[in-house]
């Protein structure tokens, strides 16, 4: 922007609001201050800015707890110190107040022990991004970005990476945002697979079948008074049983029950015990 005879320099307050700086409110949390900070700075950058007015237009966009402070700041020091008041000279106890170093090392822990569990690749990204910014002295270059962000994947998306393939951080993210668009593509086709076996009319056969079974085997255990397996009360609970006419068996389990051979049809006897084989038997050995 060039200058005129009697033109103020820079842009004015209405040009720099009509960017729409954002407001800060004075949320004690690193990551918010440092993005709403650097917002405003792009802003300035954009307007074509006069330091003269720095501190004046940031601090308009001040509001809540973060106005608070401010207006007791210039208490503090003074009307005619604040006006003087260099952009760097306002940040300094501006980020002491709001981003305390006792919660940026808290982020610097959590970025170390950040982990991806069932977050999506863009979500466990946009985490790792934020924490980073406040851990400039452990990862100092690209490669330890690549280190770090790998070693924070889940193991199904490390083993089909290799950190030495990667030169910048954007290359990682995208494969793992390509694994996870192919992990998801596998779910959808083992769920298509279980939803066309379990619609096909043999596949349902087959599972009533076998649930026929289970019941017939194990499904409920022998009842004492029908010997059959089921559930609930029996309904020959109450019922005389025809050989004894007692209550609490049926015929089959009666233990007056007179056992008949289905050989000779004399009782006393089971056909394996039928004295006509045993002598059959010893003929042949004869």
Not at 8 to 21: L, Q, T, W
Not at 145 to 172: G, P, Q, V
Request: aromatic share 8%; glycine share 6%; with cysteine.
């Amino acid at each position: 922007m060039k200058e005129k005879s009697g033109e103020r320099k820079g842009c004015s307050y209405k040009e720099f609001m009509a960017c729409k700086p954002p407001i800060y409110n004075g949320e004690v949390d690193p990551i918010i201050c440092q993005r709403r900070l650097s917002d405003v700075e792009g802003v300035f950058e954009r307007t074509h800015y006069d330091v003269s007015d720095l501190v004046a237009y940031g601090t308009g966009q001040l509001g809540g707890q973060a106005k608070d402070w401010w207006d007791n700041k210039k208490n503090e020091i003074g009307a005619e110190a604040a006006k003087a008041m260099t952009w760097e000279e306002f940040k300094t106890p501006f980020l002491k107040h709001h981003s305390p170093k006792a919660v940026i090392n808290r982020i610097k822990e959590e970025f170390m022990q950040l982990r991806h569990k069932s977050e999506t690749i863009d979500k466990i990204t946009a985490t790792f991004m934020d924490k980073i910014m406040f851990c400039n002295e452990l990862v100092t270059n690209e490669e330890k970005k690549i280190y770090y962000y790998y070693n924070m994947l889940s193991a199904e998306y490390r083993e089909f990476m290799t950190t030495s393939k990667y030169e910048t951080l954007t290359e990682i993210i995208n494969v793992a945002r390509e694994r996870e668009i192919e992990l998801k593509k596998q779910i959808e086709r083992r769920e298509r697979r279980a939803m066309d076996a379990n619609s096909s009319p043999i596949k349902k056969a087959r599972m009533t079948e076998t649930v026929k079974k289970t019941d017939a085997k194990g499904g409920s255990p022998s009842c004492k008074v029908c010997g059959k397996g089921h559930k609930g009360e029996c309904r020959f609970k109450d019922k005389p049983c025809p050989i004894c006419r007692k209550t609490g068996h049926t015929a089959v389990l009666c233990p007056g029950k007179v056992l008949v051979c289905y050989k000779c049809y004399q009782p006393g006897h089971k056909k394996s015990e039928c004295p006509e084989l045993d002598g059959k038997k010893n003929e042949k050995d004869v």
